[in-house]
């Protein structure tokens, strides 16, 4: 009787060894497991492994003549040098990068352990264009943007007369007239004359001349401006649709 109680007793002994071991296990693995957490945490939240340099990235996408460089695209980094890669938006870093007048759109790829890369889409100049002391160029979303010289000599220009008004309007209105003249006939246009009340005048290379009036009902203008430039003339006044005029 008394063999089998003190085998009972070293039975429960050992499962209490168990037990304990067991719990000690758990315990270790627990607190390994919350350690790389932490450390992962950091490594990811505040090591400078992982921050970004503004002086490491690299640009694609720029043409030859671009008017714009790497030490723009710098500056427009440079509020995101020493931030987090992972905790960094790659979307708000496009942009700070799409915040330059010349860049139509950005977009921005990590690269470990500090860069970037940074892909370009250009805006694209319709016409050369000089007013309140700058020189550059007008967008196709009606701004205006900085282009080199080769670039600026491929370009229609555009005049302004002293009745015109404020050259955002000008601007914004002669975009969005341009864009709706058949290409054609655009890809043909040297000079552009805008007057009082934002009247535009078209010359093309070979002196053909185009009135176009005001920045209004550009669709149906567009039509017949499709329609008789093919008769030759040397005048196409479609500033009245209902009424057009050729010479």
């Given at each position: 009787?008394?063999?089998?109680?003190?085998?009972?007793?070293a039975?429960?002994?050992?499962?209490?060894?168990?037990?304990?071991?067991?719990?000690?296990?758990?315990?270790?693995?627990?607190?390994?497991?919350?350690?790389?957490?932490?450390?992962?945490?950091?490594?990811?939240?505040?090591?400078?492994?992982?921050?970004?340099?503004?002086?490491?990235?690299?640009?694609?996408?720029?043409?030859?003549?671009?008017?714009?460089?790497?030490?723009?695209?710098?500056?427009?980094?440079?509020?995101?040098?020493?931030?987090?890669?992972?905790?960094?938006?790659?979307?708000?870093?496009?942009?700070?990068?799409?915040?330059?007048?010349?860049?139509?759109?950005?977009?921005?790829?990590?690269?470990?352990f500090?860069?970037?890369?940074?892909?370009?889409?250009?805006k694209?100049?319709?016409?050369?264009?000089?007013?309140?002391?700058?020189?550059?160029?007008?967008a196709?979303?009606?701004?205006?943007?900085?282009?080199?010289?080769?670039?600026?000599?491929?370009?229609?220009?555009?005049?302004?007369?002293?009745?015109?008004?404020?050259h955002?309007?000008?601007m914004?209105?002669?975009?969005?007239?341009?864009?709706?003249?058949?290409?054609?006939?655009?890809?043909?246009?040297?000079?552009?004359?805008?007057?009082a009340?934002?009247?535009?005048?078209?010359?093309?290379?070979?002196?053909?001349?185009?009135?176009?009036g005001?920045?209004?009902?550009?669709?149906?203008k567009?039509?017949?401006?499709?329609?008789?430039?093919?008769?030759?003339?040397s005048?196409?006044?479609?500033?009245?649709?209902?009424?057009?005029?050729?010479?």
């Amino acid at each position: 009787m008394s063999g089998s109680v003190a085998s009972l007793n070293a039975m429960r002994s050992e499962q209490r060894r168990r037990r304990r071991r067991t719990r000690l296990i758990r315990a270790v693995i627990a607190s390994v497991s919350l350690a790389l957490v932490a450390t992962l945490a950091w490594v990811v939240l505040f090591s400078p492994l992982f921050r970004y340099d503004a002086t490491e990235f690299s640009v694609s996408g720029l043409s030859k003549d671009a008017a714009i460089g790497e030490q723009q695209v710098k500056d427009a980094l440079e509020p995101f040098d020493g931030k987090q890669m992972f905790t960094t938006r790659s979307s708000a870093i496009a942009r700070a990068v799409e915040s330059i007048p010349e860049v139509e759109s950005a977009s921005v790829d990590r690269v470990l352990f500090h860069g970037l890369e940074v892909s370009i889409t250009e805006k694209e100049p319709i016409a050369a264009y000089s007013a309140d002391g700058r020189t550059g160029a007008l967008a196709g979303d009606g701004t205006f943007i900085k282009v080199s010289q080769a670039r600026k000599g491929t370009l229609p220009v555009i005049r302004i007369s002293q009745e015109a008004p404020g050259h955002a309007r000008v601007m914004r209105a002669v975009a969005t007239i341009l864009s709706s003249i058949p290409d054609d006939v655009r890809e043909r246009i040297n000079i552009i004359d805008v007057g009082a009340g934002l009247q535009v005048t078209f010359t093309t290379g070979d002196h053909r001349s185009i009135i176009w009036g005001v920045n209004e009902d550009n669709a149906n203008k567009s039509k017949l401006l499709a329609v008789l430039w093919g008769t030759e003339s040397s005048m196409i006044d479609v500033s009245l649709p209902e009424a057009p005029v050729t010479q």
